[in-house]
């Protein structure tokens, strides 16, 4: 039985290295994360990057905010209200040209799956094959600006279409009633909703004619990436991190995904649409910038390109095109990979949502 000098000593003994431990645990640093909508299998990975402690590891505590749009989203970090945000590359580009810039630190899917909808018993197999029917679409959505530039792309004349205004909230809704032979709108957004009742899509992607635009990006102010580029790498990496494990992982990171947001499975086949909007998140981030260089590389020929479309097709009165290589930095990826094998078993993962795709 140890003596009671013994314990005392070894007490004292203990004391300053607890002491020390405690001083050393500096508390976790708040930060705030704005979505560009609410949150859904397209942004899963913000989540699975706060279940998995990759933040947390870093000593930041970050709140995910819902947001209200990307171009919302993009204008509340341009204006200081969020220090990062998740928001459409193209409205990052687009706030930048009204002085309020922003700079990407890292892509988040490659394509924003800007699409034209049809069901999969419809008789059109190409964009063309609209002549004479309608499009169901949403003026303020972000890809129906560039509809008439993917239709001259595709050979199709926009006069022989009837183009139907809807409500947001309606527009799957027209398609599987067949009020509208087809409908506009960014595909990680709409298929969720009508995989999940049984109503199998295929899409038209705008990119497939030349419109490459990339999904979201992680944005933040040029002077919070001058000021705190540690804090920056630390949110750059939690990401990419959390997307590896998407890509890998699938089924743990939806599961992941309702343990923090479990409102989301109460929907009909609310599951179902988690699962369909991570799948083609994953399928987005398979793609030659990043298998060539590392998740979320962005590459400056893109970054020039969309700029031009941008400022084409979206640009107002006073705004003022951006240098396209001040609006993304890659200093802040290359650590997070995956290996052939790694991406093989990803592309396998997504199979059944390239399905969707014509």
Known sequence: MATRRAILTASTLAAPFLLSRRLRAA???RVRLTLPWVAEGSNAYAFVAKANSYWADAGLDVEITRGYGSVAAAQAVGAGQFDFGLAAASAGIQQAAKGLPTVSLACCGYDATMAVAVLSDSPVRTLKDLAGKSIGGTVNSGEYPFLPAFAKAAGLDLNTVKLVQVDPNVRQRVLMERQVDAICGFAISIAP?????????RFMLYSSAGLNFYNNALLTRPDVLQADPKLCQAMTEGLLKATRFCLL???DAV????KQVPEAALAANGTKQIQTGLGIFDMTMIAKPSQRHALGWSEAADYAAMTDMV???LGAAGDKAPDPTALFTNEFVGSVTLSPEEWT???ANVKEYRALFV
């Open 27 to 29: 508390p976790a640093r």
């Open 193 to 201: 909703v009508l995989v999940a009742n049984a109503m199998q899509p």
């Open 249 to 251: 992982q699938p089924q």
């Open 255 to 258: 599961n992941l995904f309702l």
């Open 311 to 313: 400022m084409q097709y």
């Open 345 to 347: 078993q990803a592309d």
